[in-house]
């Protein structure tokens, strides 16, 4: 099978082939929100690399830790949560948070979840 345009993640590079769709997860917002803080607490998750974005990825950067992010989580409710294809993968459902001026984005490919980005907002006048 052809494989769809890689993205790179925490110093490799992640293809996923149309063989291999089952291990992408599509969910609504409850699964989302209690896999994404399974992940967390178990340290299962990986960090999308953006060049010239690091600062983009406060938990990547250490900025914030996974109990401060698992906080910030915990307080979203499904208002706060919307979908979206991955810019690269179409295949890939990524989850987006926002919630208290943080935005938080995410997808998740067995066994892990991956962030693409976790930092502020501006906020709105």
Not at 7 to 36: H, I, P, W
Not at 78 to 99: D, E, N, Y
Request: charged share 20%.
């Amino acid at each position: 099978h052809p494989a769809l345009p890689a993205s790179v993640c925490s110093g490799f590079t992640l293809t996923v082939r149309e063989s291999s769709y089952n291990m992408v997860r599509t969910m609504g917002f409850k699964q989302a929100k209690a896999d994404v803080l399974d992940a967390l607490l178990n340290g299962r998750y990986q960090h999308e690399t953006r060049k010239g974005a690091i600062d983009k990825n406060l938990l990547q950067t250490g900025a914030m830790s996974p109990v401060e992010l698992s906080a910030v989580i915990g307080r979203c409710r499904g208002q706060h949560h919307s979908m979206s294809t991955h810019h690269q993968i179409p295949a890939i459902t990524v989850h987006v948070l926002k919630r208290d001026e943080w935005y938080i984005k995410f997808y998740f490919i067995d066994p892990d979840t991956y962030f693409i980005s976790v930092h502020q907002t501006e906020p709105e006048p």
